[in-house]
Antibody, heavy 114, light 107 residues
Framework: VQLVESGGGLVQPGGSLRLSCAASGFTFNTSAMNWVRQAPGKGLEWVSGISTSGGATDYADSVKGRFTISRDNSKNRLYLQMNSLTAEDTAIYYC????????WGQGTLVTVSS | DIQMTQSPSAMSASVGDRVTITCRASQGIRNFLAWFQQEPGKVPKRLIYVASTLQSGVPSRFSGSGSGTEFTLTISSLQPEDFATYYCLQHNSYPWTFGQGTKVEIK
């Protein structure tokens, strides 16, 4: 199992960013997927989850209405579209399969700052 | 949303000590509780799922118990590599929620 996140970077407040997670080594289209984040020096926060088909999605209250999770099973990829970013969204973002089973990816750092 | 409260938030312990960390849910979550370990600078990894099932490859000194609203993670004999931060996670209902973490430090 391998998960590789990408797409992070420095973005200004109010800006947008799209994260991607490339999955390999398992049957992606039979696994629900999730995003989890960790702000610098802080604890873990579950951000969003998506069902195997992509037909069902859920979000943390802190990102609802601003973030959109999606997946492309033909490409074995998971996405997180992040809009209206604020400094509180600064974190390492990890993707994880199922009930956050190991291994996770190394994460991608998102920094929201002017 | 379900709130997860871990205790203690931090603790000091010696190699060989028995360590117990508690996680309480604000409402019943059946056994949909997982424990994660995060060593400094590393990616979190799952230790236990459905409250008491050990993840493959995790040493048997780790164990979990509980159901409903109260859960415990026990390390039977603390080893040097166990000094880390531990988190519980409820995945009984959305949004999933983590506890605030318990940092286990060397005494």
């Amino acid at each position: 199992v391998q998960l590789v996140e990408s797409g992070g970077g420095l973005v200004q407040p109010g800006g947008s960013l799209r994260l991607s997670c490339a999955a390999s080594g398992f049957t992606f289209n039979t696994s629900a997927m999730n995003w989890v984040r960790q702000a610098p020096g802080k604890g873990l926060e579950w951000v969003s989850g998506i069902s195997t088909s992509g037909g069902a999605t859920d979000y943390a209250d802190s990102v609802k209405g601003r973030f959109t999770i999606s997946r492309d099973n033909s490409k074995n990829r998971l996405y997180l579209q992040m809009n209206s970013l604020t400094a509180e969204d600064t974190a390492i973002y990890y993707c994880a399969a199922g009930w956050l089973l190991p291994p996770w990816g190394q994460g991608t750092l998102v920094t929201v700052s002017s | 949303d379900i709130q997860m409260t871990q205790s203690p938030s931090a603790m000091s312990a010696s190699v060989g000590d028995r360590v117990t960390i508690t996680c309480r849910a604000s409402q019943g979550i059946r056994n949909f509780l997982a424990w994660f370990q995060q060593e400094p600078g590393k990616v979190p990894k799952r230790l236990i799922y459905v409250a008491s099932t050990l993840q493959s490859g995790v040493p048997s000194r780790f164990s979990g118990s509980g159901s409903g609203t109260e859960f415990t993670l026990t390390i039977s004999s603390l080893q040097p590599e166990d000094f880390a931060t531990y988190y519980c996670l409820q995945h009984n209902s959305y949004p999933w929620t983590f506890g605030q973490g318990t940092k286990v430090e060397i005494k």
